[in-house]
């Protein structure tokens, strides 16, 4: 699909759902895409961009940032405690918060160094067992947890099960944010975006769609 195309269905859902246009940001997911077919996205005119490794976007990202200064970076894969340092460096929202060992550490360096990316927990809806994220149940706890450190958490995220109805997990995740209080909802990829936006999605998460399929010889 061409960008004009997802964002118009990303504007064509916010209308079925009655909400303002443009209240959802497009996240142009570019793990395991050649820095050309990057670049050409960056030359329309696109500025939001997810990455799953922080191994990956050091590589890529620092040269297309001097060439682009206002692009906005977003971590959608796990963050391990010694990446800490080095995603609050390169990215401007973090989707991934699930343990609380790493939020103490986003706080400590954030004091540090005055400068915090967005936050977003992640939340297992499917509670799978081999998949990141806080488990439904656990995330009253997690986040009276994390009050404390004072950190900028806007909202939550979710990964549906693959043979799942995608729509069950968007309509739980938004009950989980509007029971906090939490306003951003980080759900929707290329086969759901448009399912997601009508279910509150702020974030979508469109890689395919973008850019094509992935090239896994880049890994
Ligand atoms: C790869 C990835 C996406 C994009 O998936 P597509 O199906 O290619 O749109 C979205 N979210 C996360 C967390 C991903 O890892």
Redesign the pocket.
């Given at each position: 699909m061409s960008l004009a195309e997802i964002r118009s269905e990303i504007e064509t859902a916010e209308a079925a759902a009655g909400r303002p246009p443009g209240t959802t940001t497009l996240v142009a997911?570019a793990?395991l895409q050649p820095v050309e077919r990057v670049r050409q996205v960056l030359e329309q005119g696109h500025r939001d961009f997810?990455e799953?490794r922080i191994h990956e976007a050091q590589r890529k990202w620092p040269n297309l940032r001097n060439e682009f200064p206002d692009v906005r970076l977003h971590l959608?894969?796990p963050l391990q405690s010694n990446k800490v340092g080095a995603a609050m460096e390169l990215f401007d929202v973090v989707?991934?918060l699930d343990r609380v060992r790493i939020a103490r550490k986003i706080a400590r360096l954030a004091d540090a160094s005055g400068r915090c990316p967005g936050l977003l927990v992640q939340v297992n809806t499917g509670e799978e067992r081999q998949k990141s994220g806080v488990q439904p149940s656990q995330l009253d706890a997690f986040l009276d947890e994390l009050k404390p450190l004072d950190l900028p958490i806007t909202g939550l995220m979710c990964?549906p099960p693959m043979n799942d109805e995608a729509a069950l997990h968007f309509g739980l995740l938004a009950a989980l944010a509007e029971r906090h209080g939490l306003s951003d909802l980080s759900m929707g990829?290329?086969?759901d975006f448009a399912s997601a936006v009508r279910l509150g999605a702020t974030f979508v998460?469109?890689?395919?769609?973008?850019f094509g399929k992935?090239d896994y010889s880049l890994r």
């Open positions: 997911v793990k997810g799953n959608l894969g989707h991934s990964i990829m290329s086969a998460r469109v890689g395919t769609a973008v992935r």
